[in-house]
């Protein structure tokens, strides 16, 4: 069974540019998570999905982050515009029925 | 306040000696309680969870833990730790809302 993917799993970019991560997740699995982790700390949650619908996006930074989660698979985290704070380790993770999370490699943000 | 500690921000043990990782939580994120692994450069990794039943829960890699519901505390054990035991270990718990909330992490790292 394939795990959560991500892509990509590095990103550079300038700041004030768009950048966009994609997540797929466990088939099946109706919960998705995204996290971010900064260096040396834990993963802070910034949404969750329950199939198609955003049902925790309280840490979510609205004026510059969005995210969408179409047909309840897929999703997609958006910055625009990038502030040289989001360099991070950005998360997705996705559960059955709200029992543990299983997690993808990551996307390496660096804001320059 | 909904929390998650852990003490110890880095753990230094010589290969084959015993370790004890500690994780303190709130009252409130005591429904679900998880250890996870990273590795650089990787996602996270579940070890071994708590639901209900017996407080002694057995994970993966010979890691072990123990809830213990009067001192609010997951501290994670192995008997006997390997060089590839070095990681990032973080201990999460999981609030009567669904939200997974991560402790800072602790940074283990075995000696040869």
């Known amino acids: 069974e394939a795990g959560v993917v991500q892509s990509p799993r590095y990103k550079i970019i300038e700041k004030k540019q768009p950048v966009a991560f994609w997540c797929n997740p466990i088939?099946?699995?109706?919960?998705l998570y995204w996290y971010r982790q900064n260096l040396g700390q834990g993963p802070e949650l910034l949404i969750r999905y329950e199939n198609e619908e955003a049902v925790d996006d309280s840490q979510l930074p609205k004026d510059r982050f969005s995210a969408e989660r179409l047909k309840g698979v897929d999703s997609t985290l958006k910055i625009q515009p990038a502030e040289l704070g989001d360099s991070a380790v950005y998360l997705c993770?996705?559960?059955?029925?709200?029992?543990?999370?299983?997690f993808g490699q990551g996307t390496r943000l660096t804001v320059v | 306040a909904q929390s998650v500690t852990q003490l110890d921000s880095q753990v230094p043990v010589f290969e084959e000696a015993p370790v004890e990782l500690r994780c303190n939580y709130s009252?409130?994120?005591?429904?679900?309680l998880f250890w996870y692994v990273q590795y650089p450069n990787q996602g996270l990794q579940l070890l071994l969870k708590?639901?209900?039943?017996?407080?002694l829960v057995k994970g993966i890699n010979g890691f072990e833990a123990e809830f213990n519901k009067s001192q609010t505390s997951f501290h994670l054990r192995k008997p006997s730790v390997h060089i590839s035991d070095t990681a990032e270990y973080f201990c999460?718990?999981?609030?009567?809302?669904?939200?997974?909330?991560f402790g800072p992490g602790t940074s283990l790292s075995v000696i040869p």
């Open positions: 708590y639901l209900s039943g017996s407080t």
């Open positions: 999460a718990g999981k609030t009567s809302y669904d939200k997974v909330i």
């Open positions: 009252s409130s994120v005591s429904v679900y």
């Open positions: 088939s099946g699995h109706n919960t």
């Open positions: 993770a996705s559960s059955l029925l709200g029992y543990e999370a299983f």
